[in-house]
C-alpha cells in the first residue's frame, strides 16, 4: 500500500544512523500515544468511530458544492482530486477571490446541486461571504431543489442553520480542522461525490497500526518526522514534496497547511513546498540541485499509473526505444533522485501502489501521525494555530471600516 525509502537522507552526510538512535523519539512516540489514546487528540478515534451510514441520504445530486477554507476544505480537495482528477460536478469554494468565484457560481445550477457550507468556528470570513452569494442566488429560485447542508459547532453558521432548519453535522471538538479529513468535514462531501469513503477508513487504520509500532524503522510516520527534525537542527528547514504522479498536485495544498499551521510556533517550522515531476525539473531542480542547501527533498511515486500504454518513439540518436509510457516518468524520477543524492541534498520516497481510496486514507493519515511526532519534538502544541488571530481581528475591523449602505 505504501512504502517509505530513507536511505538517501543517510548517504549525503548531514544525519546519520547513530543521530536517529540518539534522539529521544522514545518520549516524542510516548507523548502523543497518550494523548491519542486519552483523548485529547481526537484525529485518531474519529477514523474508527465515523459510521458512513449517517451519510446515505447526502447523495444523488448532479453538482456537489463545497464551500470552506482551509482544514474545511483542503482534504476533501486533496482525496477527491486524486481519485477522480479529471471528473465534473465538483466545485470547491475556498478563496475570497470575485474572479473565480463568481465565474463558478455563473455556470452553477443550484437547483441541482447539494452545497456543503463548512467551519468549525461558523465565523470564518470567506466561507460566510460565499454562503451569502449562493444564499442570494438561492433566494430567486422558485421552489429550490437542491439541499443545502452545514457542518459547523458554533458562532453565526449554526445559527444560520438553525434559523433556516437546515441540517447540521458536527465536528468533534478535539479534532483541529486541519486533522480532520476523516470526519464530517471531508467523509460527508466525499461520499455525495461518489467516493468509497469507507475504503478511506480502512486506508487510515491500516497506517494507524504500522504507526504504533515504536521500533521507529518499522513507522515511516516517526522516522520521516525525526528525519525532518534532525535536518531542521542542521538548517535545512524547507520540506519539499516532489511527486511524480499529477494527481497528487492538491494534496500539497492540504500537506502545506498542515506542516505550516502545526509546527510553525514558537520560532520553529519547517516551510512547506510543493513540486511536480517531471515539469519542475525544468523550473527548480536547478535550485534543488546547485542552490541553497536548505531543503529536504520527499519524493511521491506511484508503482502503477491508472492509465498507461506501451509507446514506440525514436530518441535525439534516432535510436529506437519501445517501454510503457510511465517508463518514461518513473526514469525521470529516478534520475533526479540520484542527481540529487550525488550533490548531497537528502532526499526521501513514498512509493504507493497506486492512487486510490485506500492509499489516500494511509498517506493523510501518515502525514497527520508524523506533525502529531514532530509536535512532541519541538514540545509544541502543533494543535493550536494562535499567530492567525491577529490578521482575523485586523481583517474585520478593515472590512467593517470600508462597508457601504446597500
Not at 267 to 295: C, R
Not at 375 to 397: F, M, S
Amino acid at each position: 500500500m505504501l512504502n517509505y525509502y530513507y536511505e538517501n537522507a543517510l548517504k549525503v552526510g548531514g544525519v546519520q544512523l547513530e543521530d536517529i538512535e540518539k534522539i529521544n523519539f522514545t518520549d516524542a512516540y510516548t507523548n502523543l500515544m497518550g494523548k491519542l489514546e486519552n483523548g485529547e487528540v481526537g484525529f485518531r478515534e474519529v477514523i474508527y468511530e465515523e459510521d458512513v451510514k449517517k451519510y446515505e441520504s447526502l447523495k444523488g445530486y448532479k453538482n456537489v458544492v463545497v464551500i470552506g477554507m482551509g482544514g474545511s476544505i483542503l482534504g476533501t480537495v486533496a482525496i477527491y482530486r486524486a481519485i477522480s482528477p479529471f471528473e465534473n460536478g465538483a466545485y470547491f469554494i475556498d478563496n475570497s477571490d470575485p474572479e473565480k468565484t463568481l465565474s463558478l457560481l455563473k455556470n452553477l445550477d443550484l437547483n441541482e446541486s447539494i452545497i456543503y457550507v463548512i467551519s468549525k468556528s461558523g465565523n470564518t470570513l470567506e466561507t460566510l461571504v460565499n454562503y451569502y452569494l449562493i444564499k442570494k442566488r438561492i433566494e430567486k429560485i422558485n421552489n429550490f431543489k437542491g439541499k443545502i447542508v452545514f457542518i459547523t459547532n458554533g458562532g453565526k453558521l449554526k445559527r444560520e442553520a438553525e434559523k433556516n432548519n437546515y441540517p447540521i453535522l458536527s465536528i468533534p471538538e478535539n479534532v483541529p480542522g486541519r486533522f480532520s479529513v476523516f470526519t464530517s468535514v471531508g467523509l460527508a462531501p466525499l461520499y455525495s461525490l461518489g467516493v468509497n469513503i469507507s475504503k478511506i477508513l480502512k486506508g487510515a487504520k491500516d497506517m494507524d497500526k504500522t504507526c504504533q509500532n515504536d521500533d521507529i524503522f518499522k513507522n515511516p510516520a516517526l522516522l520521516n518526522g525525526v528525519i525532518h527534525y534532525l535536518y531542521d537542527n542542521l538548517g535545512k528547514d524547507i520540506s519539499v514534496i516532489m511527486s511524480y504522479v499529477e494527481s497528487l498536485k492538491y494534496f500539497g495544498g492540504w500537506y502545506k497547511q498542515l506542516i505550516g499551521e502545526s509546527l510553525g510556533k514558537n520560532g520553529y517550522g519547517i516551510t512547506p513546498l510543493l513540486s511536480i515531476g517531471a515539469k519542475d525539473q525544468h523550473s527548480l531542480l536547478q535550485l534543488y540541485i546547485d542552490g541553497k542547501k536548505d531543503k529536504v527533498i520527499t519524493f511521491m511515486i506511484a508503482e502503477k499509473y491508472r492509465l498507461d500504454e506501451d509507446i514506440a518513439f525514436e530518441d535525439v540518436n534516432d535510436e529506437k526505444i519501445v517501454c510503457k509510457y510511465s517508463d518514461i516518468i518513473k526514469s525521470q524520477q529516478k534520475a533526479t533522485e540520484i542527481s540529487l543524492t550525488n550533490n548531497g541534498v537528502p532526499n526521501v520516497r513514498i512509493t504507493i501502489d497506486e492512487v486510490n481510496e485506500e492509499t489516500m486514507g494511509a498517506l493523510l493519515y501518515m502525514y497527520e501521525m508524523q506533525v502529531g511526532f514532530m509536535g512532541e519534538l519541538y514540545n509544541i502544541n502543533a494543535y493550536n494555530q494562535p499567530a492567525v488571530e491577529e490578521e482575523k481581528r485586523i481583517c474585520w475591523d478593515l472590512i467593517k471600516s470600508s462597508k457601504k449602505q446597500i
